[in-house]
């Protein structure tokens, strides 16, 4: 019988096995446990292309919605930013409990 420390552990391993390999940061490039703000973090880690920093720091919806409508950005790349971010969130706090 396992404790659920193992099956945690075991279900946390699962997890991080679904990030893909390129959208994963290295352990040496991690910012200290100590840092009080990791916000800047996505658009330095050189994960993200600055096109992808340009989209997932648009804060307005609105002008996300127009980019989209008029062709600048398509869906699939939108999508594939927002992926990347959240995966580069997930390995600086760890908010998600599921990757699918």
């Not at 804060?59 to 580069?88: N, Q």
Request: proline share 5%; with cysteine.
């Amino acid at each position: 019988m396992s404790t659920w420390q193992e099956v945690a552990e075991a279900k946390r391993a699962q997890r991080e096995a679904l990030i893909p390999a390129a959208y994963k940061v290295t352990l040496d490039s991690l910012p200290p446990v100590s840092t009080d703000s990791v916000i800047d973090f996505p658009r330095k880690c050189g994960i993200l292309s600055d096109r992808e920093v340009e989209i997932t720091e648009t804060d307005d919806v609105s002008v996300l919605l127009a980019k989209l409508a008029s062709g600048h950005y398509t869906a699939v790349e939108v999508l594939e930013a927002f992926i990347k971010r959240t995966c580069i969130a997930h390995q600086l706090v760890n908010p998600l409990t599921e990757i699918h």
